[in-house]
């Protein structure tokens, strides 16, 4: 089992950044693709960026590509996501994920099989 637990969310101006942590338990991510989801109020959840297992290939939703970067840190147990240039429409719940395939942690083949709690992002315009 894998635990998540996400951190450094909170509420920003339009135009602000925050970065994202997910600390992960229980077993070495470095076994694992990493990935981060939202979900907006009203919305179905949605894939926003994710990391390979060693670091090496990232995927981004288009409308945060050159705004938001994925990192991982093995060695820590810990994936990132910083967020620059935050609009509105950024607002969500994000959630941190782990699995061992590549097209569920994108959002292409169901859910992953780890998630953590969520952190609430809301960026005022």
């Known amino acids: 089992q894998v635990q998540l637990v996400e951190s450094g969310g909170g509420l920003v101006q339009a135009g602000g950044s925050l970065r994202l942590s997910c600390a992960a338990s229980?077993?070495?991510?470095?076994?694992?693709?990493m990935g981060w989801f939202r979900q907006a109020p009203g919305k179905e959840r949605e894939f926003v960026a994710a990391?390979?297992?060693?670091?090496?290939?990232?995927y981004y939703l288009d409308s945060v590509k050159g705004r938001f970067t994925i990192s991982r840190d093995n060695a820590m147990n810990t994936v990132y996501l910083q967020m620059n240039s935050l609009k509105p429409e950024d607002t969500a719940v994000y959630y941190c994920a782990a699995d061992r395939s590549w097209n569920r942690i994108v959002g292409l083949e169901g859910d992953s099989d780890y998630w953590g709690q969520g952190s609430q992002v809301t960026v005022s315009s």
């Open positions: 229980g077993r070495t991510i470095s076994n694992y693709h």
């Open positions: 990391v390979d297992w060693n670091g090496r290939t990232t």
